[in-house]
């Protein structure tokens, strides 16, 4: 059985958490002031610390002075508001969460359900350290380049918190898979994990996607739907392409993470949710909010902790292994050993790679089924090499001064027509998905760019 400190100064509400906890199989202990918290700490080391930041005698933010009082304890801050400056101060004091106040009883249930001395998620953090030493791989990543093991840093530094996450990177870096990790590293890690690409989603669908319908809300809702909130309840959801999202939906995006309430399509009946939001993109944030894809405040609220992961030919040194990680991973489900030719890994690690490490895996995919022999050579390596800039077309001149919207526009035109409206060349060497490529030519089409209309069109 656990046990509970509640350090709050309103004796109501501190006995009403008191009961609800009690409720979830733990003991309650209530403490009015910084003093009596001292001295219930003294007495018995809680598993978990309820800590209000406003008390008669001072500040909650004491006891974070003093080390040794917290330092095998989960701390939980209890705030009037869910600000942006709630989760960066509980970031910094290194507090697992926050509760706001009037309590989501779902949020609280969630964080008891989910308590973890500090102690444990250190050990675990131990061992993955470990394991990096010894193999490259740290959770679902691997990687020894210094630019990856600044992310890991940031990323021990993150999970063990419930703040948001705003993972940033070329398309084929690992986005996702750097969330799952912070996922697996959290307390919230038996709980779904769900991601969602924003970008894949028809904008007629993505409300009800995301925050789920009512029976009969709009035509063909024949059913009640939930949507991902709902599903990641207690988990993380992962959103992927969130600059892709509707204007109108980042609104209300913006005001769960705010208030951890959102309504289904078609009611008026506001649900609690508890669930950590990890979003990433290929774009800029600071360049999507000027170019009017991504909502300054809602970016603000996303990015309480960035975490940015560097493309593939920034870490050249990892590309080897990320290959044999590839190919044995493949060798065990197809149940045929193969390697590499020195000479095949050499070329690989030359290779530019505008697609990243999707990229990679896709290449040692067609490698593997393509050499029959035990020895995989580089026979079929066919790897376009990096040219050079040139005054053919190659190279687009912008005078200062001109819109950014303008000049993403013109780069991927051009682009598309340096590779002979091939698709899936011009997303790789633009560092974009091709369903945000496509979305893009989209919006160019319909504002009237002939060359665009041509490229949307699949038959083109």
């Given amino acids: 059985m656990g046990h509970a400190l509640i350090v709050e100064d309103d004796a109501d509400s501190a006995e009403m958490m008191a009961a609800l906890i009690a409720s979830e199989g733990f003991t309650a202990a209530t403490a009015g002031t910084l003093r009596d918290a001292r001295r219930h700490l003294a007495m018995r080391e809680p598993d978990i610390v309820l800590l209000d930041l406003m008390l008669p005698d001072g500040s909650g933010m004491d006891l974070f002075k003093e ?61 993955l350290k470990k394991e990096f030493e010894k193999t490259g791989k740290f959770g679902q990543m691997w990687g020894r380049a210094q630019p990856m093991q600044r992310v890991y840093e940031q990323i021990s530094r993150v999970a063990g918190t419930a703040v948001t996450v705003l993972i940033t990177g070329e398309s084929g870096t ?39 319908h009512e029976k009969g809300s709009f035509t063909g809702a024949d059913r009640q739907h939930l949507g991902f909130f709902e599903r990641a309840h207690g988990g993380t959801l992962f959103l992927d392409e969130v600059t892709e999202m509707p204007l109108e939906l980042q609104v209300k995006l ?57 493309p593939l030919n920034e870490r050249t040194e990892d590309i080897p292994l990320l290959a044999e990680h590839f190919l044995q991973d493949i060798c065990r489900r197809e149940g045929q050993q193969k390697r590499f030719a020195p000479q095949t890994l050499e070329k690989m690690r030359q290779h530019r790679w ?71 060349k011009t997303a790789a060497a633009l560092g974009v998905s091709l369903k ?8 160019y089409s319909q504002e009237g760019s002939g060359a665009a209309a041509s490229a949307v069109d699949p038959a083109a």
């Fill in 67 to 127: 080390p040794e009082t917290l330092a095998n304890t989960e701390v939980v801050l209890i705030t009037g508001h869910a600000s942006l400056e709630t989760s960066i101060q509980a970031l910094r004091l290194g507090a697992a969460d926050y509760l706001i106040k009037p309590f989501n009883i779902k949020q609280l249930q969630g964080i008891l359900s989910r308590v973890m001395r500090p102690s444990a998620l250190k050990a675990e953090l131990a061992d």
């Fill in 254 to 310: 913006l005001r769960v993470l705010e208030t951890g309430t959102f309504m289904r399509v078609g009611s008026t009946n506001p649900i609690e949710t508890d669930v950590r939001v990890i979003a990433a993109t290929n774009r800029q944030p600071e360049l999507a909010v000027t170019m009017g894809k991504l909502r300054e405040d809602l970016l603000y609220r996303l990015n309480v902790f960035p975490i940015h992961l560097p």
């Fill in 174 to 212: 690992g986005k996702e898979v750097a969330a799952r990790t912070i996922h697996e590293l959290s307390r919230r890690r038996k709980q779904p994990f769900l991601a969602v690409n924003c970008g894949a989603i028809s904008p007629h669908l993505i409300e009800s996607e995301i925050f789920g």
């Fill in 436 to 443: 945000t490529l496509y979305n893009r030519l989209k919006e």
């Fill in 354 to 424: 505008p697609g990243n490490v999707r990229e990679l895996r896709n290449v040692v995919q067609r490698l593997y089924l393509m050499e029959e022999g035990h020895v995989i050579g580089d026979e079929w390596l066919q790897l376009e090499p990096p040219k050079a800039a040139t005054s053919d077309g190659s190279t687009i001149t912008v005078r200062v001064g001109t819109p950014l919207a303008e000049v993403e526009r013109t780069l991927i035109l051009a682009t598309l027509q340096r590779f002979g409206n091939h698709k899936e």
